[in-house]
């Protein structure tokens, strides 16, 4: 059990909240990992046995779009941090409005991927919005059974029924959904990253 002040947060109220595509892992208000800190993790695949593949949503790379693909827009795109495996790697989130040929779905709002030479086509044609897409380098991935590891060691909140829109996955979503989980959650978002500050 880990006590904070007058906080108390136990690890069981967050192991027995289902797991699943659309699932948001928000990390403890503590965690030091520089890839995670205040972050909120989208959870895009969740197969306890075999692991958990997932994007960072809240962090952004110091990379434009233009500087990795070339494509015919007339505004600068800002390509998020979505975690620290295969950096090299551009994946895309969006809301599918333009029917994107191989998109996959997540929840009713979010799908990823799908056809690349399609996207561009589409974002140059204006067929879809650049508001509609989120472009993310690299992704999280946790091993079968690290992810219910971590969990034990309170490293992840769990939100599990939250209706994620795209427009939302910014620097102040990690502050946003945890205000809106209320209780000993809201309280998090006053607490410093140094607990030897409180």
Known sequence: MRKDGNIIWDYRNEINKPIVAGTLLLSEPFMQDPSFIRSTCLVVSHIPEDGTFGFVLDKVSPHKLSELIDIKIDKEVKVYFGGPVDLQSLFYLHNNNFNLTGAKKITENLYWGGDFDE???????????LDD????????GWDGGQLRKEIIENSWIINSDYPLQISEANSK???NVLNKMGGVYKTFVTLPIDPNLN
């Open 119 to 129: 996207l561009l086509m589409k974002l140059e044609s204006n067929i879809a919005q």
């Open 173 to 175: 979503l990690w502050h």
């Open 133 to 140: 897409i989120k472009f993310i380098l690299g992704y999280s």
